[in-house]
């Protein structure tokens, strides 16, 4: 079973940047879109940055220009760089991972996976 943890989060002044590792656990065959995605108090979960496995990246406006998606495939890990923050970033931020797996019944065969992360708190605050 595919697993992603999430790390880096905690308090930062407006202005300040902080970083977010999610790595990705479990047999996998293949990594496929990775990305960020963030949840405010009483909003829906957005997409932050994704990444694709051709190194593709898609940011939403809000964050164009001050966070930065990379991908490290041979460690399974995705990273994102957040500067110049602003108290409207406050959020937990959750890794989402797709891919392929390999499972056994009997015979090995592979099948796609998404998971998500359980998330990281980023409050920007003075």
């Known amino acids: 079973q595919v697993q992603v943890e999430e790390s880096g989060g905690g308090l930062v002044q407006p202005g300040g940047s902080l970083g977010l590792s999610c790595a990705a656990s479990?047999?996998?065959?293949?990594?496929?879109?990775m990305g960020w995605y963030r949840q405010a108090p009483g909003k829906q979960r957005e997409l932050v940055a994704s990444t694709t496995s051709s190194g593709s990246t898609n940011y939403a406006d809000s964050v164009k220009g001050r966070f930065s998606i990379s991908r490290d495939s041979a460690k399974e890990m995705v990273h994102l760089q957040m500067n110049r923050l602003k108290p409207e970033d406050t959020a937990v931020y959750y890794c989402?991972?797709?891919?392929?797996?390999?499972?056994?019944?009997?015979?090995?065969?592979?099948?796609?996976?998404?998971?998500w992360g359980q998330g990281t708190l980023v409050t920007v605050s003075s």
């Open positions: 479990g047999s996998i065959v293949s990594l496929g879109a």
């Open positions: 989402n991972v797709a891919g392929s797996t390999r499972k056994y019944r009997g015979y090995y065969y592979d099948e796609n996976f998404e998971v």
